[in-house]
């Protein structure tokens, strides 16, 4: 079983930035598709970015330019660093895994998901 916790969440003014950041359980943690999703509130919940084995990255356009993930295999983590905060990037914040060597943006295509973290961009 696989276990992410995800951190680094808060309240920021527009234009500001976080980083955040995912521990991951497992032994096989840089084989796995890393991935930010996020959720508004009463929203969907949407594809952020995704980083694969092979440290190929994804965004979504909303993000593109001023959100960047990364990973530390050595440290099992991955993060999200979020520059140039929009009040529409609220949300929260959720990571997940994939397992199967691919690369999805679908929520169905992950295996397993942290418990999310709480994004506040103040205009």
């Known amino acids: 079983q696989v276990q992410l916790v995800e951190s680094g969440g808060g309240l920021v003014q527009a234009g500001g930035s976080l980083r955040l950041s995912c521990a991951t359980s497992?032994?096989?943690?840089?084989?796995?598709?890393m991935a930010w999703f996020r959720q508004a509130s009463g929203k969907e919940r949407d594809f952020v970015a995704a980083?694969?084995?092979?440290?190929?990255?994804y965004y979504a356009d909303s993000v593109k330019g001023r959100f960047t993930i990364s990973r530390d295999n050595a440290k099992n983590t991955v993060y999200l660093q979020m520059n140039e905060l929009k009040p529409e990037d609220t949300a929260v914040y959720y990571c997940?895994?994939?397992?199967?060597?691919?690369?999805?943006?679908?929520?169905?295509?992950?295996?397993?998901w942290g418990q999310g973290t709480q994004v506040t961009v103040s205009s």
């Open positions: 497992g032994r096989t943690f840089s084989r796995y598709t």
């Open positions: 997940a895994a994939d397992s199967s060597l691919s690369f999805g943006r679908r929520v169905s295509a992950y295996d397993y």
């Open positions: 980083i694969t084995w092979s440290d190929s990255t």
